[in-house]
């Protein structure tokens, strides 16, 4: 199936099907000497896993395999192939879209593209959300690849449904990490939860919009045409299952303002020229100007939901109804925040080593060092957050 590599310096290609033996990615184009181990991995992804409150209740422990490009504990240069295994499956639940795809899945698009009988409805198969396992774990080496420069990613939930939050406090959104709906804050988190629970009561899904902040993001990441920084997000995040939209800096509010108020003022601050309100969310001219990367993306209601919806047996070709009894996440944007987060530091890491502000083919041992504070740092950052909440 091609289309299942993404980058260029850093290229990321995933594998495995939701209800096949094994999910996975090969990263290729990781700099030798970078420290990495199967607790680095297991930490990413276990902000993705299912089988917590208010998200999938599949059962899976997700623990990363590391097969190939790592000895001694650090990368060898050679690409690193990262295996998780599907130990969780229960086929039978999906036999009923086995002739009735699901409206708003990829099920019926799947079927006119492969064919019937080479359509893997077992849990959506390919267009699983369960493929994004090998997205966040080639999203862990990516986000401590990164930390050579300083740049850390937080993401958090800014809407779920009707519910808006109006943070945009990188501490707040680093908190939610351990928010089990990714609420940045305690009475967001309550409202979320009121509608997940609802939700789930009724049969139905909710959808809702990530944002990202990133911060130390170095000048002059892009090119200035077709592989635009804010291109190559975009293309990351829409390629995640169930989104429907993305946006940076202003977004969509731009088009109704003047230029005069989008026109971001430059200043001179502590010394450096930078923007006085970062109106661009950290992007012009698709080259990263130094402030922060800052973007939303939406996620659609999960498709796959106990009330009844109406559709077409592909076997007859008479109408029928639908209700998936599988396990599905009530709000697949609260999971999805992860998802993002990881997309967007391979994108970073790409760029970075297309730029030159990470030499492609080994790290030095200074470096190495660099990157190793900087991702403890960041794990006590996580865990005093866990803490205060």
């Known amino acids: 199936?091609?289309?299942?590599s993404f980058g260029k310096a850093f290229k990321v290609t995933t594998f495995g099907e939701s209800h096949g033996p094994a999910v996975g990615v090969v990263i290729d184009g990781v700099p030798a000497g970078i420290p990495l181990s199967k607790e680095d991995i297991?930490?990413?992804?276990?902000?993705?896993?299912?089988?917590?409150?208010?998200?999938?209740?599949?059962?899976?422990?997700?623990?990363?395999?590391?097969?190939?490009?790592?000895?001694?504990?650090?990368?060898?240069?050679?690409p690193v192939a990262i295996l998780v295994r599907n130990t969780?499956?229960?086929?039978?639940?999906?036999?009923?879209?086995?002739?009735?795809?699901r409206p708003g899945h990829a099920d019926l698009p799947f079927i006119f593209k492969y064919g019937y009988e080479n359509w893997d409805y077992r849990g959506g198969g390919r267009s699983s959300a369960r493929e994004t396992v090998g997205r966040v774990a080639a999203g862990a080496i990516a986000k401590k690849l990164i930390?050579?420069?300083?740049?850390?990613?937080?993401?958090?939930?800014?809407?779920l449904g009707p519910v808006f939050s109006e943070t945009k406090d990188f501490r707040s959104a680093l908190c939610s990490k351990y928010s089990p709906v990714r609420a940045p804050d305690k009475e967001t988190e309550e409202a979320y939860?009121?509608?997940?629970?609802?939700?789930?009561?009724?049969?139905?899904?909710?959808?809702?919009i990530a944002e990202v902040i990133?911060?130390?993001?170095?000048?002059g990441l892009g090119e200035p045409v077709f592989d635009k920084i804010k291109a190559d997000l975009a293309k990351a995040i829409m390629s995640i299952p169930a989104t429907m939209g993305f946006e940076y800096g202003l977004g969509f509010r731009a088009s109704s303002m003047k230029g005069s108020e989008t026109n971001d003022e430059?200043?001179?601050?502590?010394g450096?020229?930078?923007?006085?309100?970062?109106?661009?969310?950290?992007?012009?001219?698709g080259i990263t100007n130094g402030e922060r990367i800052v973007f939303r993306c939406a996620f659609k209601p999960t498709s796959s939901i106990r009330k009844p919806q109406n559709t077409i047996n592909v076997k007859t070709g008479e109408k029928s109804t639908v209700s998936v009894k599988g396990r599905h996440d009530p709000a697949v944007a609260i999971r999805g925040v992860t998802v993002a987060e990881s997309m967007t530091a391979i994108v970073l890491a790409d760029h970075m080593l297309r730029n030159g502000n990470i030499n492609p083919a080994k790290i030095s041992q200074e470096e190495a060092d660099t990157i190793q504070k900087n991702w403890e740092r960041y794990l006590r950052e996580c865990t005093r957050m866990q803490e205060s909440q």
């Open 1 to 4: 199936m091609p289309g299942s």
């Open 42 to 78: 297991e930490f990413e992804l276990s902000f993705r896993r299912p089988g917590r409150l208010f998200v999938s209740g599949r059962r899976e422990k997700d623990e990363p395999e590391i097969l190939s490009g790592v000895f001694n504990g650090r990368t060898t240069g050679s």
């Open 88 to 101: 969780d499956v229960i086929s039978s639940l999906y036999e009923e879209i086995r002739v009735n795809p």
């Open 147 to 159: 930390m050579h420069q300083g740049t850390v990613i937080a993401g958090y939930l800014k809407s």
């Open 193 to 208: 939860e009121k509608l997940v629970k609802e939700a789930t009561v009724e049969g139905d899904s909710y959808g809702g």
């Open 214 to 219: 990133v911060e130390n993001v170095p000048k």
């Open 266 to 270: 430059i200043i001179k601050s502590d």
């Open 272 to 285: 450096k020229v930078r923007w006085a309100k970062n109106l661009a969310g950290g992007i012009l001219g």
